[in-house]
């Protein structure tokens, strides 16, 4: 079984330029997260689908970041437009709603965004 | 508010010993708690689920225990080998409702062979 995959794997933008960053999660896994690290601090929460809804998003920075999941299948997350503290490793995550309360999360390799 | 911490932030051992992991948290009204590793450069490795109702999980060579009373998990390795080094992470739900994890720093893991 595939694992949650992300794509890029590197990215390298200039400010104020925009960059998408796309998640495929597990096949049947209905919760998708995405959570970022920032150089020399801790992995942050940014935001939680289930299906296709916004469940949790208040990990957002700011309304420079918007995440779609259309479909309720992949996501995508861009930054428009994008500033040098945006840097940092973006990663998925997804979990399925079973066995009860399990939640057990399975994280992607990351994306590194380089904002120059 | 939320906020894990983790002790050792480094750790450095020869190959064939046992060792333990720490970590804390501050609010106690969590439902699970899960331990990862992360390798230079790639994502997060799952290693064990510990839920609520539970007090410990085992997984091969691993073993995670749970106090949420006082708000503290263990990571135990037994017989840790060069193989194992890594950065070890916990993560717990920001509260009793949300998925959202808080992460602690992670503890640095060297194993000499």
């Known amino acids: 079984e595939a694992g949650v995959t992300q794509f890029p794997s590197h990215s390298v933008i200039e400010k104020g330029q925009t960059v998408t960053l796309r998640c495929d999660p597990i096949s049947g896994h209905d919760n998708l997260y995405w959570y970022r690290r920032v150089m020399g601090k801790e992995i942050k929460f940014l935001l939680h689908?289930?299906?296709?809804?916004?469940?949790?998003e208040s990990g957002m920075p700011n309304n420079r970041f918007l995440a779609e999941r259309t479909g309720g299948t992949y996501s995508t997350l861009k930054v428009q437009p994008a500033e040098l503290e945006d840097s940092g490793v973006y990663f998925c995550?997804?979990?399925?709603?079973?066995?009860?309360?399990?939640?057990?999360?399975?994280f992607g390799p990351g994306t590194r965004l380089t904002v120059t | 508010k939320q906020e894990v911490t983790q002790i050792p932030a480094a750790l450095s051992v020869p190959e064939g010993e046992n060792l333990v992991l720490n970590c804390s948290f501050t609010d106690s009204a969590i439902y699970n708690l899960q331990w990862f590793r992360q390798d230079p450069g790639k994502g997060l490795t799952s290693l064990l689920l510990i839920q609520s109702s539970q007090r410990e999980q085992t997984s091969g060579r691993l073993n995670a225990s749970l106090d949420k009373s006082s708000g503290r998990s263990t990571l135990y390795i037994a017989a840790s080998q060069p193989g194992d080094s890594a950065t070890y992470l916990c993560a717990v739900p920001r509260d009793n409702y949300g998925q959202n994890f808080v992460f602690g720093p992670g503890t640095r893991l060297s194993v000499l062979p």
């Open positions: 995550a997804s979990s399925q709603d079973w066995p009860m309360n399990s939640y057990e999360q399975y």
């Open positions: 689908f289930v299906k296709e809804s916004k469940q949790d």
